[in-house]
């Protein structure tokens, strides 16, 4: 490199002009130039091109860099399309489908919110199911005014499932009803969830289509979300599974002692000639198939995902089984986020339609009504401002209606989301609907951004850990 420029040429003299004579600065860069060789102690710095970023020189024991050639400045040249060619708009848009049908396939969407959804819906039943048990058999048991006859003469009708018809009298209402609280506290916790989901299901149809006149609006999301619910993979985080997964506890004994007994309890139902027409295969009064398909086919799964487990953990059936569990989540989960975003915008535009919401005073009716108000001061405090009520009156109307447009940006979904949420938290309070609020805020958390769900899991487990160390402080010896 002695000697030479950048460009590779010889390093021409400095010309001898007026101006440019053999001063101090052109003896010392020619000593520069001439010294840069392998033996000097220090390599020049290499001149910089425009736009070029400064390069270091080469420098004792390293390989001389290829000089590259001047390059005036001047257009790029442009490159040859048929050497290289760029993918056409067909080739872009298979490629965007193979790399959505992989996420699709291999991605578990939503864990967190999932997690969300379980717990929310888990405790809105058991929350319900302890408020009620002193009325319990006048609700859905043996003294209900909707009595077993009538009960069967609309489900003949309809095609609904419950398993309450099976047998009259008070045991088995009794074991029916304990047995969904049971079942409510394990989806809570994800102990065994592929189990405890369906038994929850089949509670929370059982109990409702046992009378169809005690519920509300949250009874019919928890209706609709119990089903869709069994097929998603909600135990991924946030369950005594998940940790029983990560301590690599796997205690199949108990796994297919379940199943057993679950499968025992399925064939005594369909073949004992008890259940009528609530495990028919096909239904006999609508164009679907009944529950006896859904039932075996989620038992067989089951069976199907444990032999997998057992003889093939790492082959092509579990990957195949593995796909296919995650497209169901995902498929659920999508389901799901549907049925809130048709919930509220069905709700917003018959809301529009009303008189009483047109002209911003139909909150001020249920604010004085005795079955809304658990705290007769606060109802009647707010009905009096009237101004008030002219606000979230509108404002209801305004979000239910304006929630599915928002979905398209982030940020205003957000504000939404909360907005919508503080507004149940207010119904829970004021309108004392518990149960309908903590049904809708679960089924709002589908929405939910995961770094807001990761930091309220971080602040929870946190508190744990200061409660837990606080009591054993109490209890160390003095």
């Known amino acids: ?20 004579g053999p001063g101090r600065d052109g003896d010392r860069y020619r000593q520069q130039v001439r010294g840069a060789g392998p033996g000097s102690e220090q390599a020049p710095e290499q001149p910089l091109l425009v736009g070029i970023p400064r390069q270091p020189a080469a420098g004792p024991g390293t390989p001389d860099a290829v000089p590259g050639p001047v390059v005036a400045p001047g257009p790029l040249p442009r490159p040859d399309a048929r050497a290289d060619p760029a993918p056409g708009p067909v080739a872009a848009v298979g490629a965007a489908l193979a790399r959505g049908f992989a996420a699709f396939t291999g991605r578990v969407f939503g864990p967190y919110q999932a997690a969300v959804v379980r717990i929310g819906f888990g405790l809105a039943w058991l929350a319900f199911l302890l408020r009620e048990w002193p009325e ?25 499932f419950t398993v309450l018809t099976w047998f009259g009298g008070r045991f088995w209402f009794e074991l029916v009803y304990h047995l969904a609280v049971l079942a409510a506290a394990l989806v809570v916790l994800g102990w065994r969830t592929r189990a405890s989901g369906v038994l929850f299901m089949v509670s929370v149809l059982s109990l409702q289509n046992r009378n169809v006149f005690v519920g509300d609006g949250g009874d019919n999301v928890l209706h609709v979300m119990a089903v869709y619910l069994v097929l998603t993979r909600c135990a991924t985080v946030w369950s005594l599974d998940a940790r029983r997964r990560r301590a690599g506890d796997d205690r199949s004994r108990g796994a297919v002692a379940l199943w057993a007994v679950l499968g025992a309890a399925l064939t005594a139902a369909q073949f004992g000639g008890f259940s009528g027409g609530t495990l028919d295969w096909v239904s006999a009064s609508r164009p679907y198939p009944g529950f006896a398909p859904l039932l075996w086919g989620l038992w067989t799964v089951a069976g199907l995902w444990y032999a997998v487990n057992r003889w093939w953990p790492s082959g092509e059936p579990r990957a195949v089984l593995d796909a296919l569990a995650t497209m169901l989540h995902n498929c659920a989960l999508l389901v799901i986020a549907t049925e809130v975003v048709l919930i509220y915008s069905t709700a917003g535009w018959y ?7 047109q002209d911003g005073t139909a909150l001020y009716y249920p604010l004085h009504l005795d079955y809304f108000a658990p705290w007769p001061w606060l109802s009647g405090l707010l009905g009096a401002a009237l101004l008030p009520v002219f606000v979230i009156t509108y404002g209801t109307v305004a979000v239910q ?7 398209i940006d982030r940020r205003v979904k957000n504000v939404l989301l909360a907005v919508m949420m ?5 119904i829970a309070v004021v309108l004392g609907l518990p149960v309908f609020s903590l049904a809708m805020i679960a089924a709002d958390a589908v929405f939910l951004p995961t770094s807001v769900l990761l930091r309220a899991g971080a602040g929870l487990s946190a508190l744990r850990v200061r409660l837990a160390a606080s009591r054993a402080g109490r209890t160390l010896p003095r």
């Open 1 to 20: 490199m002695s000697g030479t420029s950048q460009a590779g040429a010889p390093q021409a003299e400095p010309a001898r002009g007026r101006g440019a």
């Open 136 to 160: 319990r058999r006048v609700l859905y048991g043996d003294r209900s005014p909707w009595s077993l006859d009538l009960a069967g003469q609309l489900l003949a009708d309809n095609g609904a």
């Open 351 to 357: 809301k529009v339609q009303g008189s009483r919401w």
């Open 401 to 407: 209606v304006a929630f599915p447009f928002t979905l």
């Open 422 to 426: 503080a507004e149940h938290a207010g």
